[in-house]
């Protein structure tokens, strides 16, 4: 009789074990559900750090300001160039009536590639003024004024494009 009872207390060991295992086995599956979940929440909030910092938004908004800003310097220096080059009243109300345009362009349009195609075409232009046996004459100070004033409305209006971009991140 006693092999019955041993018999009987090694099934009731392999239930015992079995019934461990099963709540080890819904331990070790609920564990993994919660690393599972701390991942998500680490990768939201690695996500929303990004965005409150600025993150790709802040990139494209500051390359496309140092853009605008570039261009705008270029187009003063070429102004200035220019101005010395060719006769100056003439020729700066000319080339400031054409950034005036640009200016135009920029801020009537609608998405960044719009701006980056006027962008390059006004850096085009003002690279190809004509700086060749330029003369000692220096533009007024109301040419400056105003080319410095064309200045900060195209980069206001560049920055205005770019805006948009905060909410798409």
């Given at each position: 009789?006693?092999?019955?009872?041993?018999?009987?207390a090694?099934?009731?060991?392999?239930a015992a074990?079995?019934?461990?295992?099963?709540?080890?086995?819904r331990?070790?599956?609920?564990?993994?559900?919660?690393?599972?979940?701390a991942r998500a929440?680490?990768?939201?909030?690695?996500?929303?750090?990004?965005?409150?910092a600025g993150?790709l938004t802040?990139?494209?908004?500051?390359g496309?300001?140092?853009?605008?800003?570039?261009?705008?310097?270029?187009l003063?220096?070429?102004?200035?160039?220019?101005?010395?080059?060719?006769?100056?009243?003439?020729?700066m109300?000319?080339?400031?009536?054409?950034?005036?345009?640009?200016?135009?362009?920029?801020?009537?349009?609608?998405?960044?590639?719009c701006?980056?195609r006027?962008?390059?075409?006004l850096?085009?232009?003002?690279?190809?003024?004509?700086v060749k046996?330029?003369?000692?004459?220096?533009p007024?100070e109301?040419?400056m004024?105003?080319?410095?004033?064309?200045?900060?409305?195209?980069?206001?209006?560049?920055?205005?494009?770019?805006?948009?971009?905060?909410?798409?991140?």
């Amino acid at each position: 009789m006693a092999y019955r009872d041993d018999l009987a207390a090694l099934e009731a060991r392999h239930a015992a074990l079995s019934a461990d295992v099963e709540a080890r086995e819904r331990e070790r599956d609920h564990a993994a559900l919660l690393i599972a979940e701390a991942r998500a929440r680490a990768d939201d909030e690695a996500r929303l750090r990004e965005a409150i910092a600025g993150g790709l938004t802040r990139r494209r908004r500051s390359g496309a300001i140092i853009a605008a800003a570039i261009a705008s310097v270029a187009l003063v220096i070429g102004v200035t160039v220019a101005a010395l080059h060719h006769s100056r009243a003439s020729h700066m109300e000319r080339a400031l009536d054409t950034f005036s345009v640009y200016v135009d362009e920029v801020c009537a349009c609608s998405d960044a590639a719009c701006s980056t195609r006027v962008v390059d075409e006004l850096t085009a232009w003002a690279t190809n003024e004509n700086v060749k046996d330029f003369d000692k004459q220096v533009p007024d100070e109301a040419d400056m004024k105003r080319a410095a004033a064309l200045s900060q409305r195209f980069t206001a209006c560049m920055q205005r494009l770019q805006a948009p971009l905060d909410g798409a991140n």
